[in-house]
């Protein structure tokens, strides 16, 4: 593969990108340990201790080959605007702060956003109108998120994934989902004792959550608490503490460009959080 430059840094990588070139953000290494199957996810999840090691993992994993194939096919094909950028190609890992009061449970990277930049929602016309919204409300350090290394950093606040692969045509297969699933599970359990609340972009991210908690042996209400937008379900966690689950359209540019999700709507709902 031949090396190109970063579109911020300007330093030279391969695309994909092995962990250990100097990416911006990228935490592993060639002694990270990579994933590949469902029981090896497993294992690596429940057994990162921290937020750094658990992103690094992530970000290196090959459990499902589907996605692997199709992650690293758009890295190498391009999409001819970014013909000249290298592509991250690999995991998305979560974004933001270590110890969030807000988890956002999004559904997969897009792929010509993260899985080209490296970071969640960045690069891509969702990514637009979420990062605007979280600096207008007070999370994100910068109304755009371009690139990895761009200097967007969030406070109060991590982005995370049901599927840390772009998928194609993204969606993911139910497999996949399941393979997935302890990543989740895991950002979960690491968030929890600042957590406030979490908040689900889309219908999927809302189910995987329920169910990610409910592995967990959280409390929640029964029947299964219905997705919509601005809606809004009370979780106890295992240590008995209040969280609150809450709904958003996803910033998708079906639901943007409709005129389904609006500005107001997706700020309401981010200030209700």
Known sequence: MTDLPHPVTGEL??????????????????HTPVASSGEEVVALADSAA???????RISVCR???????????CAVGKRASFATQPYWGRPGPGFGDPAPAVLVVGLAPA????????????????GDWLYAALHRAGYAALPTSVAAGDGQALTGMRIVATVRCAPP???PLTQEKATCAPWLDRDLTLAEPSLRSILALGGIGW???????RRLGWQVPTPKPRFGHGAVC???TSAGRELRLVGSYHVS?????????????LDAVIASL
């Open 234 to 236: 009370r979780l106890v």
């Open 13 to 30: 990588f391969a695309s994909p990108v092995p962990p250990g070139t100097g990416w911006p953000g990228d935490l592993a290494d060639r």
């Open 111 to 126: 792929a010509h956003g993260a899985n080209r930049t490296g970071r969640m929602f960045t690069g891509d016309r969702s």
């Open 63 to 73: 459990a499902c080959p589907r996605l692997v194939a199709w992650r690293e096919e």
């Open 169 to 171: 045509g993204n969606q």
């Open 50 to 56: 921290t937020v750094e090691e658990l992103d690094a």
């Open 207 to 213: 189910d995987a959550t329920l169910s990610a908690v």
């Open 253 to 265: 540019q079906q639901n943007t460009f409709t005129g389904r999700l609006t500005e107001p709507m």
